[in-house]
């Protein structure tokens, strides 16, 4: 997931993101996260069992949904 501010972006929709992804990782399904070091937004890394799923994980951010950020949703072929 790479979430990138909007022109909207809202400080106050940041608790929500974090709540988000601290439900992830109660779920075992978030692997690793962190802001980008220019603001601009920041990106993280779940577990999921199918691309479908993993837009609707990053869909059901309230940062996203919120509209402050969007959310680019990439599937990672690991080796």
Known sequence: MITTRTPNFNI????GHY???EHLKK????ESYGPFSDSTGGAYLIKAESLEEAV????????????S????????LTK
């Open 56 to 67: 609707l994980i990053g869909d059901s951010d309230p940062l996203i949904r919120s509209g």
């Open 27 to 30: 779920n075992g399904r978030l």
């Open 12 to 15: 106050n929709d940041i608790t």
């Open 69 to 76: 950020s969007t959310v680019t949703v990439k599937e990672w």
């Open 19 to 21: 709540e988000h992804l």
